[in-house]
């Protein structure tokens, strides 16, 4: 077998094994510099493609989104603990997303306003303008504080949060929002 290997390898015709230490250099290679640089006007065009593409995305998802709300076919209730019933949407397939209302304490001044639910508060603990709601796109409602004295809560069953003024909070099927001494449910009917 040994005569195989020195056959093989070359060894006694001639021909000596290499026994020498290689020492293997890396080469470092050149990269010419890019000559097809774009000019700043070639850029500009090239960016407001970009925001061409970009704005005709949008426009599609914004699209799209307004068919899924126009097949929306709910009104939503906004049941007051004083006996008042608010309804969002025509229930004739879509919702009015801009309709926005403001709950507040009955004064002389509110009772002409339309898109107001006043609400008898004898003690005074209610804000003229206690808090705003509305419909989001999607036919959500969302309750937001108009820095009331007395603050706005989320009731949920994981206990109640309280309504930073100036924020939006979406408010679920079934919940309920706190103001003073009075509550709102939020109730959605196909």
């Known amino acids: 077998m040994l005569a195989w290997l020195k056959k093989l390898l070359g060894i006694g015709r001639g021909l000596e094994p290499i026994r020498q230490n290689a020492l293997i250099v890396p080469q470092l290679v050149q990269i010419p510099p890019q000559t097809n640089a774009l000019n700043s006007g070639e850029m500009h065009n090239r960016d407001a493609q970009l925001a061409a593409v970009q704005d005709a995305r949008l426009k599609a998802q914004q699209h799209q989104e307004s068919e899924e709300r126009a097949k929306v076919a709910l009104k939503v209730q906004l049941v007051f603990s004083d006996g008042q019933i608010y309804e969002f949407g025509s229930g004739q397939g879509n919702t009015e997303s801009n309709e926005e209302i403001v709950v507040g304490r009955r004064t002389t001044q509110s009772l002409a306003l339309s898109h107001r639910v006043n609400i008898a508060d004898s003690t005074g603990q209610t804000s003229r303008n206690h808090f705003k709601c509305g419909l989001d796109?999607?036919?959500?409602?969302?309750?937001?504080?108009?820095?009331?004295?007395?603050?706005?809560?989320?009731?949920?069953?994981?206990?109640?949060?309280?309504?930073?003024?100036?924020?939006?909070?979406?408010?679920?099927?079934?919940?309920?929002?706190?103001?003073?001494?009075?509550?709102?449910?939020?109730r959605t009917i196909s």
């Open 137 to 186: 796109a999607f036919g959500r409602v969302w309750v937001e504080d108009l820095h009331s004295a007395n603050g706005t809560w989320l009731r949920t069953p994981s206990g109640d949060n309280r309504i930073e003024p100036d924020v939006r909070v979406t408010v679920p099927q079934g919940a309920t929002v706190a103001f003073s001494m009075n509550t709102m449910v939020v």
